[in-house]
């Protein structure tokens, strides 16, 4: 049981490339979450997928989008990646239920030089 | 505004001693609480969360918190602490606006125990 897995773990990028992070997770889990960590101001919801097929904005959409490919997976892209997105990127999945705790990935490592 | 606050940046302790990391939300109707564990480079870890019930709830590797709600308050504790403790702690809280599931996190607190 991997958990959740994100690739890739580290990622360079110059203004204006586009990129996507992957998210996977093996636990059946319906939610799906993508944050940002930054120092200091905790993590911040950037998108989320309740189900299989609905993604809703969360704190921080600006400059993302969101693909839920399957129950599976949940990508996060930069169309045209600025400075103000470096930061960590971590994924996030839950169990269908009111009080049930979300499971983390590793977090993917993004500078936009 | 559904919020929750750290007022620590970074807690100091001694090996051995106790430790309490301290964590105040603000939100309409009832919350439920979170409380998660970040070692260096890696992803966060669930340590325990408060639903309802018993104030006092128990969770992983020795640690507790205690909700109180007259406090607005879900303060981590543990007895004695140990130098793997040291990491960044994040308490969250859920049950709030209207998607299930969505967490609000505090900017977190950097736990440091010395030998």
């Known amino acids: 049981n991997a958990g959740v897995t994100q690739t890739p773990k580290f990622q360079v990028l110059k203004t204006g490339q586009s990129m996507t992070l992957q998210c996977a997770q093996d636990?059946?889990?319906?939610?799906m979450y993508w944050y940002r960590q930054d120092p200091g101001m905790g993590l911040r919801l950037i998108y989320y997928s309740a189900s299989e097929g609905t993604t809703d904005k969360g704190e921080v959409p600006n400059g993302y989008n969101v693909s839920r490919l399957n129950k599976r997976e949940f990508s996060l892209r930069l169309e045209s990646a600025a400075p103000s997105q470096t930061s960590v990127y971590f994924c996030?999945?839950?169990?269908?239920?009111?009080?049930?705790?979300?499971?983390f990935g590793p977090g993917t490592r993004l500078t936009v030089l | 505004a559904q919020s929750v606050a750290q007022p620590e940046d970074q807690v100091n302790v001694a090996e051995g001693n106790p430790l309490t990391v301290k964590c105040t939300y603000s939100?309409?109707?009832?919350?439920?609480l979170f409380w998660y564990v970040q070692y260096p480079n890696r992803g966060l870890q669930f340590l325990l969360k408060y639903i309802t019930g018993d104030n006092l709830v128990k969770g992983s590797y020795g640690f507790e918190a205690e909700f109180n709600k007259s406090q607005t308050s879900f303060h981590l504790k543990k007895p004695s602490a140990l130098v793997s403790d040291s990491a960044l702690y994040f308490c969250?809280?859920?049950?709030?606006?209207?998607?299930?599931?969505?967490?609000?996190f505090g900017k977190g607190t950097k736990l440091s125990v010395k030998p």
């Open positions: 996030a999945s839950r169990r269908t239920g009111d009080y049930n705790e979300q499971f």
């Open positions: 636990m059946n889990h319906n939610s």
């Open positions: 939100v309409s109707g009832n919350p439920y």
């Open positions: 969250a809280v859920g049950g709030v606006g209207g998607s299930q599931g969505n967490l609000i």
